[in-house]
């Protein structure tokens, strides 16, 4: 039987309560740095033969982004390599995954310093680590590390609660072997906004059925990945996922592309060949850029949705298949619709399930995650020790539109990695990435003067004006949304039940 103090049994009832997992998980590591006074507190998660950060304090949020590959972090490996908690000695030569990371010293080296990680075990299995940091040498008695075992009962109840609520979340528990043995690391989506988790819930939702899904937002948000996401998250997650990009397709090759031909269907058909449609049977079936799929296929891509029959080219027999099929398309396809350049009867078919990806501005500090990410890739491609963002170019890509989304800030931290490599002295130096290196034109906001107050007699009280500015906002993004109200409620940032209650009393429903 383990004896808590007073702050463990707080801090207990705290971590098993209904909080999100991301609070839980940043309570905890806050609750950390108080408890041994210390600058920085990581709780990092093992992902194959690298360790992602989930939840720090001390450290730039952009580290949030970051993983640290154990091959070129000594420290955390030997860290993992045994059950007890390790203390490095203050003068230790080896490097710190986190030189130039942390806030309290972001233009220095940590040659010298208090280093202390413990390995976190769930059922038997190394799940992920700890780590401590003191910029001051001596802050970690000899009896530190025995204080953070007593930890260890907290923390490890706080991931497996966390781990608990995702596996309930996603409906598939029995992926879990497969998702912790670390294969779906590829293709992680990256950020933590209140907007992006409340997305993945309704996404979690939404991959367990078999509805056609039809992904809707700006070039360069990520609707690949969320198509895998929904993919990996469903029962047919061991099954193909087939990409087809509808863009590229040729109007003479597009239909024996998506449902295959027989030999002598034209001239070059040299033998059967199935196409894209029986590749992904049993699977998933990703169409992107659907808008510009020629319009005489659409009625065979109607038939396979509706029937699940698709037609070789020149073959009498139809053959059946079971694919799920994820759309996406940077058009606003009700309106392709309108013109006659997309089929309606397609349109409903796929919308039967319309997501909105959120552009990458709506995603508050998220830039910043994205960021640490692509320079954490740049930085090993390069070769170089450390490469981080000043504070004044983290403003920038914070104040900045990006028209471009995650494609447009993965190009422009590459170009500035490139540039402040260019000026270095050596690889082995702390490397900032400087405002002006992005590229970037941000236009500050100008403060708006108000204008004097008219004496004219309002027509309307404060409350119906209130009330007809709602009721208009309201009615414009359901039909934004062709009248789904959970994807209007993400995009109004309220409650789904709250939007109801709220329709009701403006006379919407």
Same mark, same amino acid.
Do not use: M
């Given at each position: 039987m383990v004896d808590l103090t007073p702050l463990q049994n707080a801090l207990l009832a705290d971590v098993i309560g209904e909080l999100p997992t991301a609070i839980?998980?940043?309570? *905890?590591?806050?609750?950390? @740095?108080?408890?041994?006074?210390?600058?920085?507190?990581?709780? *990092?998660?093992?992902?194959?033969?690298?360790?992602r950060p989930q939840a720090a304090v001390g450290l730039a949020h952009e580290a949030l982004g970051r993983s640290f590959l154990l091959a070129r972090h000594p420290r955390l490996a030997q860290i993992l390599a045994q059950r007890e908690p390790l203390q490095f000695a203050a003068d230790s030569e080896l490097a710190d995954p986190y030189d130039g990371l942390l806030e309290e010293s972001p233009d220095e080296p940590l040659p010298v310093h208090d280093c202390l990680g413990m390995s976190l075990y769930l059922d038997g299995r190394l799940w992920s680590a700890i780590t401590l940091d003191a910029l001051t040498p001596g802050s970690f008695a000899r009896a530190t590390a025995q204080r953070l075992q007593r930890w260890a009962l907290i923390i490890e109840t706080a991931l497996r609660v966390s781990r608990l609520e995702g596996e309930v979340r996603s409906l598939r528990l029995a992926r879990r072997e497969t998702v912790e043995s670390g294969n779906e690391t590829e293709g992680a989506i990256l950020g933590d906004s209140p907007m992006l988790r409340q997305l993945l819930d309704e996404l979690t939702v939404v991959a367990d059925?078999?509805?056609?899904?039809?992904?809707?937002?700006?070039?360069?948000?990520?609707?690949?990945?969320?198509?895998?996401?929904?993919? #990996?998250?469903?029962?047919? #997650?061991r099954k193909p996922l087939v990409y087809v990009n509808c863009a590229a397709l040729p109007e003479t090759l597009a239909e024996s592309e998506l449902f295959g031909h027989i030999k002598g269907a034209f001239s070059g058909?040299?033998?059967?060949?199935?196409?894209?449609?029986?590749? #992904?049977?049993?699977?998933? *079936?990703?169409l992107d850029e659907i808008g510009e799929l020629p319009l005489s296929i659409q009625a065979k891509l109607l038939r396979a949705l509706q029937g699940g029959e698709i037609q070789r080219l020149g073959a009498d027999q139809p053959r059946h298949v079971d694919v799920r099929v994820i759309a996406a398309t940077n058009r606003r396809l009700w309106e392709e619709v309108r013109e006659g350049r997309f089929r309606a009867d397609l349109y409903h078919r796929l919308s039967v399930y319309p997501v909105h990806i959120p552009p990458l501005r709506e995603r508050g500090r998220?830039? *910043?995650?994205l960021a640490g990410h692509f320079l954490e890739l740049n930085r090993a491609r390069l070769g170089l020790r450390c490469l981080r963002l000043s504070p004044e170019a983290e403003r920038t890509l914070q104040a900045y539109a990006w028209p471009g989304n995650i494609r447009e800030l993965e190009h422009v931290i590459s170009r500035a990695a490139l540039k402040v490599l260019s000026q270095a002295e050596s690889r082995t130096a702390l490397l900032s990435i400087e405002a002006p290196w992005l590229g970037l034109e941000v236009t500050p906001s100008e403060p708006r003067v108000a204008a004097a107050p008219q004496a004219v007699a309002p027509q309307e009280s404060l409350q119906? #004006?209130?009330? @007809?500015?709602? @009721?208009?906002?309201?009615?414009?993004?359901?039909?934004q949304h062709q009248g789904k109200w959970a994807a209007a409620a993400r995009t109004l940032q309220i409650d789904p039940s709250n939007l109801r209650k709220l329709a009701r009393r403006l006379a919407l429903v």
């Open positions: 839980r998980l940043q309570r *905890l590591v806050v609750s950390l @740095r108080e408890e041994f006074a210390c600058s920085a507190v990581v709780l *990092l998660r093992l992902d194959g033969e690298s360790l059925s078999d509805l056609p899904v039809l992904l809707q937002g700006e070039t360069g948000v990520g609707k690949e990945l969320f198509a895998r996401w929904l993919h #990996a998250h469903s029962p047919r #997650a058909a040299g033998q059967d060949r199935p196409g894209r449609f029986e590749a #992904a049977n049993g699977g998933t *079936l990703f998220d830039v *910043l995650v119906q #004006a209130t009330d @007809r500015y709602q @009721r208009d906002l309201i009615r414009s993004v359901l039909e």
